[in-house]
């Protein structure tokens, strides 16, 4: 079992792809791995919008970045959070997780 300060990096991942859709991806891998030891909080959603929403507002996304990062996984392409300004990994909590809505309680 993970101990309370093990961080995250969250990797969204298109894993159904369908070229007729309007919005391309209908379905979302979201991977939370562990900054060390333990398990990978994995989930799948169909509703997967309103998550990637909430992660523009928790990074202050500029517009061009937002554009940026839907049309990266609209592509089918994996996109892991990256700090903007140094370009490492970006590391959550659990419960910063949990608020997101990535829990597995909220897959679809």
Partial sequence: MPNETTRYSLQMRPVELCTQSEHGVLE???????????????????QW???????????????????????TLSAGVS?????R???????????EIAALSLDKSNAA
Wanted: net charge positive; aromatic share 6%.
């Fill in 28 to 46: 979302m891998e979201i991977v939370a791995q562990p900054n060390g030891p333990g398990e990978a909080i994995r989930t799948r959603s169909r």
């Fill in 49 to 71: 919008l309103p998550i990637f929403e909430r992660l523009c507002t928790l990074l202050s996304s500029s517009a061009f970045h937002r554009k940026l990062m839907h049309r």
């Fill in 79 to 83: 996109m892991h959070l990256l700090d």
């Fill in 85 to 95: 300004t140094n370009g490492e990994k970006l590391l959550f909590s659990k419960e």
